[in-house]
Every structure is written in C-alpha cells, then in structure tokens.
Antibody
Framework: QVQLQESGPGLVKPSETLSLTCTVSGGSMSNYYWSWIRQPSGKGLDYIGYIYYSGTTKYDPSLKSRVTISVDTSKNQFSLKLTSVTAADTGVYYC??????????????WGQGTTVTVSS | QSALTQPPSASGSPGQSVTISCTGTSSVVAAYNYVSWYQQHPGKAPKLIIYDVTKRPSGVPDRFSGSKSGNTASLTVSGLQAEDEADYYCSSYAGRDRVFGTGTKVTVL
C-alpha cells in the first residue's frame, strides 16, 4: 500500500524559501502525477501544482512565479520550493498521488500533512 | 478564487440524506468526467470518496454517490451516520488548471 510522508521545517521566516519533501513508500513513482496542495488554517484546499514522474510540471497560475516542484525517483521523493513567502503562505501542506486515466484525474493517496508557519 | 462553488454548509439527521452541489463557473464541469469528491475530518488529510463523477474507491460505503447534470456535480450521502460529519470538497478543472471547490461542512444533527 502506497504511503506518502511530508517533511521539512515547520517555521519559515518572511521573504525566505519554504522547502518540503514528500517521501513515497510502498510503491513506484512511475506513471503517476505527484501533487502539492495546501490549506490555510480554517479554510479550503488550494492546489499548488504537480510533477509527472518523468519531470513535467504544472503550477497554479497564482503561484507560478514562486513555485518549483522537482522529483528524484531514485529516492522515491518529490519536493516543493516556494520562494519569497509571506504570512499568507502559512498553512498545512499536503502531498498527494494523482492517478490519471484517459478520461480523468483524481488524488487517491494523500500524506498526513505538515504545518508550515511563516513568521519572524 | 475557486472556479467551483459549493454551499458552505449542509445538515441532516441520522438516517436522512444530504446532497451537496458543486457548480462550475464555466462549462468545465459539464465537459469533463474529472469531477472527484474528498472527505476531510478535522485535523486529518482529505480522503477520496468519489472519482470519475460517480465511481467509489474500494472501501467507501455505497451510501456515498455522485452525479452530474449540466454544469453542476453533486454528492449525495444517504443514511447519514455520525461519522459522516466532515468537510467535503469537489475537484475538477478550470481550463487546464486543477481546482478544488469552496468546501461544504456537513453536520449530522
């Protein structure tokens, strides 16, 4: 059974870079999309972006200028970098596996989430 | 801003049914079978409960069902149980961008 686990600093200073890693266990990264989603406290889910196992990426337009998602299939990991963070970037960050067929895509496996606070 | 609008809240008594709508701001919902639904209990990660508009992953009770009509997708929870009290989010596409709905809090009275 595939499991995902987020890791990274829980506290980031304003204007600095938020860096998180998602480790995939129990399965291969091949043929899947790997996504990052965040949730501000008390609010809804926001899609950040995805990376295909081969390296193709797609980011939400509102974050595109600050986001980089990368993958290391040899380590079964993918990572998120978000630059120039502000308090508005505070929240719970989830990684997820996105399963895509010829007709649809959906997130079928999620990590437990990690809380990131942006504060000096 | 989400391209998918959901009612902020819905409620029902145990055993009753509740239906949550998910309306797209364009024809995105109508055009694709990309609609999926996620259940999120407080402090927990979201869980996939419906994909491809109507399909349930293994292990999801058949009390959960999905449908779509025009630009609106819907999730129905039949035979409400206490453990169904949670937040529910739809997801689809706006153009080529994946988006989530605004979320609906379901309360079991």
């Amino acid at each position: 059974q595939v499991q995902l686990q987020e890791s990274g600093p829980g506290l980031v200073k304003p204007s600095e870079t938020l860096s998180l890693t998602c480790t995939v266990s129990g399965g291969s990264m091949s043929n899947y999309y790997w996504s990052w989603i965040r949730q501000p406290s008390g609010k809804g889910l926001d899609y950040i972006g995805y990376i295909y196992y081969s390296g193709t990426t797609k980011y939400d337009p509102s974050l595109k200028s600050r986001v980089t998602i990368s993958v290391d299939t040899s380590k079964n990991q993918f990572s998120l970098k978000l630059t120039s963070v502000t308090a508005a970037d505070t929240g719970v960050y989830y990684c997820a596996r996105e399963h895509c067929t010829s007709i649809s895509c959906y997130m079928d496996v999620w990590g437990q989430g990690t809380t990131v606070t942006v504060s000096s | 801003q989400s391209a998918l609008t959901q009612p902020p809240s819905a409620s029902g008594s145990p055993g009753q049914s509740v239906t949550i709508s998910c309306t797209g701001t364009s024809s995105v919902v109508a055009a694709y079978n990309y609609v999926s639904w996620y259940q999120q209990h407080p402090g927990k990660a979201p869980k996939l409960i419906i994909y491809d508009v109507t399909k349930r992953p293994s292990g999801v009770p058949d009390r959960f069902s999905g449908s779509k009509s025009g630009n609106t997708a819907s999730l129905t929870v039949s035979g409400l149980q206490a453990e169904d009290e949670a937040d529910y989010y739809c997801s689809s596409y706006a153009g080529r961008d994946r988006v989530f709905g605004t979320g609906t809090k379901v309360t079991v009275l």
